[in-house]
C-alpha cells in the first residue's frame, strides 16, 4: 500500500488502537508516520516499535481528549460502541463511548486552540431501512436503531464544530468491512465474514438466519485503511459524510457460499450452509438490503476499491489458514 507521504512529519492518534481497523491502521503507519499514539482502555499488547506508543486512557474522560489534542496532528477516532444490541441493552453507555467523547474532543479543541484533522468511524446504517438502491450520502438519514442514531448525532455533533472552525472533521460511512487484521472486533454483531471464515476452515458448516438473500455491501479492510489515510491529509473535505464501500450489492448466502467454496480448496473438506430460523429479538436492520453509491468518495479523495470479494475472500481464508 502507498502512503501518503504527508504522514512522515505526523504525529497520528488512533482511539481504538488495539481494535480490528485500529490495529490494521497502525501496523501500516508502522515507520511511515511521525509517531503513533495508540489509544485504548486496556494496555493490549501491540507489535513494538520506537514510532508507536500505547497510550492507556478512556475516551469518556476530557482530559483524554485534552491529551490527544495537545499531541496529534491527525485523529483516527474509531473507540467506541460497535454493537447495535448493547446500545439497545444500555443506551446510556452507548451514548457514553459514542457521544460523550465528541463534546470532550470540541472542548479540548477549544482549550488548547489546537484544529487537528479528525477522521470519525462511522456506519452506513444511518440510513435505516433503505428502499433505493444504490444509497447515496445525499439520501436521508434515517436510523432505525439507538446504535445509528448515536452515530448520527456524533457526525452531526463534528460537522457543527467543523462549521464553527473548531475541528476539521470527516466522517466515514463504513459498510460491511472483512479481512485480516491483527485486532479483532469486541461485539459479536461484528466482523462476521471473518467468523465465519474461521468457522468453515475448522470444518464446521455455517448457518444464515432466514433465506439469506439480503443484499449487504462488503469492504476489504486494505481498501478501508486507505480511506482513512486519504481523509487524514486530503483537502477539501471537512465537515462531509463518505461512504466506504464496495459500491456492489452481493447477498449474504453468495457471501457466505465463497467462504465455503474457498475453504473447501484450502482444507478438502465441504461445509454446507444452513438456514436457520432468525433468532428471537433481532433487530430488523439485520434484514436491510444495502450498497453504497461510492461516487462520493471517489471524486473527493480519489479513492476507489482495490480489492475485490473474490480476491478478498481469498485473502482472507489463506491469512486465517493454520490459525483456525
Known sequence: MNIPAEYSGKTVAITGGCGYIGTALAETLKGHAKKTLCISRRALPLPGNSDREIFEADIRTSSCWENIVRRADIIFHLAGNTSVYAAAHDPAESLNSTVLPINHL??????TGRRPRVVFASTATVHGLT??????????????????????????????????????SV????????????????????????????????????????HGNYLRDYIYIDDVVRAFLLAGITGGVDGQNLFVASGVGITVKQAFQLVADHAAKVTGRKVLIEHVDWPAGADPIERRNFFADITGISDKLNWMPEVDMKNGIRRLIEANNGTN
Open 106 to 111: 470540541i472542548a479540548a479543541g477549544q482549550a
Open 131 to 168: 428502499d433505493k438502491l444504490p444509497v447515496s450520502e445525499s439520501d436521508p438519514a434515517n436510523p432505525t436503531t439507538l446504535y445509528d442514531l448515536h452515530k448520527l448525532f456524533a457526525e452531526m455533533q463534528m460537522t457543527l464544530a467543523t462549521k464553527q472552525g473548531i475541528l476539521a
Open 171 to 210: 466522517a466515514l460511512r463504513l459498510a460491511n468491512v472483512y479481512g485480516p487484521s491483527l485486532g479483532s472486533s469486541a461485539s459479536e454483531d461484528r466482523g462476521i465474514l471473518n467468523k465465519i471464515a474461521r468457522m468453515a476452515l475448522q470444518g464446521k458448516n455455517l448457518q444464515i438466519y432466514g
